[in-house]
């Protein structure tokens, strides 16, 4: 069944939660907190423009950061309602709290098309633990729930699953935003049947954060490239050495069972056939968490298959770059998750950068539709300059590897049917 869209919405003169994720990244500068990255801003633009123009009265909920039910000075939303008033040129009020009174008074003296930010909802610990009551008072101001919060929506929480289950039991709707229908497509529909061949590529630290969407993609795709410390745990179940490398030696043998299924199926397979390696060395400094800081040092191209006791594997090689870089230049269809190596330091974001140039060319010049699976590799596209070129770039991060392992996203089940 169909699901309600904000489109679909009857909303003049009606009082519209919305749910947003504006959990963006903020900075401390000169006692003041700055947005470092206001993409998940923007992008819930369309939907709060479409709400103003068929005359809502919008109520903004979101969380900011994980102040574990404790009201936290530096992830307050108050800077966050001047950024948005600017980028939506209106007013935005605020009020410092998300339920109550206070809440009730300014949300009950709203005008059509008028909007107001209320504060961090996990400044209570009955956001996080879905307390059915205090979903009762987020409900309370609303007449109708509108969920644009994509990247929060794995998250079974009053704000994002509560709090339409009150509303829809009063009979009122429940729609998706116009940002959590654009994920739903590109991370969805497009990649059920995508145009062929449909080339995935994988990074990051884990096997076990991805072997879910590894083996639900080896039933889709044509190509599966592998990069980031994950490629450690198969070259070592493959035999390989390893030397200094992160890797989960407990899980050699679910990546042998992926090797043999993409056998089967199939499916092209690539692992690394080169590596950039560094020595790590401990040195006297301490992290945040208290741990000895570990400097990477005498990087070098290693054009063997195997690493040598002293080194560690920190990012793809030039050949396995270009191997990667032919693959997606055949690609009609590209998925891209997690970097190929430590991209935060420059000596280390080769790899990366390479796969950022073959996914913007295939799109660019082949025409290939390319969709980026949120997180690390959305800060490596748009670090390389090359953002505006992909096809879509998710704002989810956990949300969009829980739905692409086929999850069924708590804050999607939400939504009324049409
Ligand atoms: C995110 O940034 O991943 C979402 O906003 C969810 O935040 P969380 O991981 O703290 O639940
Ligand atoms: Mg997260």
Known sequence: MPKLSVRDLDARGKRVLVRVDYNVPLEEKDGQMVVTDSTRIKETLPTLELLVSKGARIILAAHLGRPKGQREATMSLRPIAIMLAEMISRPVAFVDDCVGEKVEKTAGALKDGDILLLENTRFYPEEESNDPSFAGKLAKIADAYVNDAFGAAHRAHASTEGVARVVAARGGQCAAGLLMERELKFLGEELDSPVRPFVVILGGAKVSDKIKVIDRLLDKA?????????????KLAQGFKIGKSLV???????????????????????LPTDNVVATPVKTDKLNKKGKPIIDLTNPRINAEANISDAEEGVDIGPATAAAYAAELAKAKTILWNGPMGIFEDKRFAEGTNAVARAVADATRQNGAKSIIGGGDSVKALNKAGLGDTVTFMSTGGGASLEFLEGAVLPGVAAFSDK
């Open 222 to 234: 044509d190509t599966i490239l592998i990069g980031g410390a994950m490629a450690y745990t198969f």
């Open 248 to 270: 989960e030696p407990d899980k050699t043998s679910v990546a042998l069972e992926a090797l043999a299924k993409s056998g089967k199926r199939g499916v092209k397979f690539l």
